[in-house]
């Protein structure tokens, strides 16, 4: 069995070469420099491998809606297969707007893959707090947490991250252990991508949202920024570099903002691709904005 990891990234564009405003140039990150070469930037958005067998390229986010791309049009355009700020009218965000519930509820990537009887996994666990919100009748969720509930498809808990099959949205689960207070180590992040791509090998599909990106770039907390690219950045390179045969790996994002951060907003810049594995090359060449990487993993793993 083939499978397929998707990493979503919120809020990473490709932005300018500039360590003043691009931390990306600022922090050099491994999972670029000792891979491809060089950072990407607005003047070098296409990259690849000395062995191509990896690449980065550009998606574009504004799908030609006017204003900045937002999380919630954004996410369900990846997840679903549509262009959803065409559908609206409008880029909407953070949470998906209440007309684009239906679409989710028909169209996301867990439910297609669970209407064809393929294993399907959404990595990421929540805490207890998550679930109190649920059960409370508050709706507001993301796109990936609503898409999964309207499938059925069961979301993680305490008890699954603690026994290692499935992983804290910050990776290493330091704010499930300085913010929550839960009994837990904080791992490498090492140690987590071994995890996940354990989980991606059994399943059809595997997902994993990471939000601090977004976070970060909306806040600008410049005291902890160095650490948590660092985080990402060693999780990131583990996984391009012990990729398993039997994975190909698509990382993604929504819209730019952690790449400028001297403004608080999302951007226009393009969406961060990255692509390796035995369909690296194909996600390169034909996905060109975020609606099309649902339907192009359809096609691919009939």
Known sequence: MHSILLIFLDGIGIGENNPEINPFFRYPFKSFTDIFGETP???????????????????????G???????????????????????????????????????????????????REEK????????????????????????TTLSCRLSGLRLNNYEDLKNGNALSPEIDNSRWVNKLGYDLPIISPELAAERLLKIASLNKLTVFEYFLSDHLGHHRNFDTLQKTLECLDRFLFHILTTLDTDISLLVCSDHGNLEDISVKMHTLNPALT??????????????????QIKPLIMELTK
Do not use: M, W
């Open 65 to 115: 809606i006017e204003g900045l791309p937002q999380s919630g049009t954004g996410q369900t355009s990846i997840f679903c297969g549509v262009n959803a700020p065409k559908l609206i009218g409008q880029h909407f965000g953070p949470y998906p707007y209440s007309t684009l519930i239906p679409v989710i509820k028909e169209k996301n990537i867990f439910r297609e893959f669970i209407d």
């Open 41 to 63: 930037s607005l003047n070098a958005q296409y990259l690849h491998s000395s062995g191509n067998d990896k690449f980065i390229f550009p998606s574009d986010a504004r799908l």
């Open 274 to 291: 990255v692509s390796a594995g035995k369909y690296a090359a194909e996600f390169a060449e034909r996905i060109t904005d975020i609606s």
């Open 120 to 143: 399907v996994a959404f990595a990421n666990a929540y805490p207890q707090i998550f679930f109190d919100y649920v059960n409370s009748g508050k709706q507001r969720l993301s796109v």
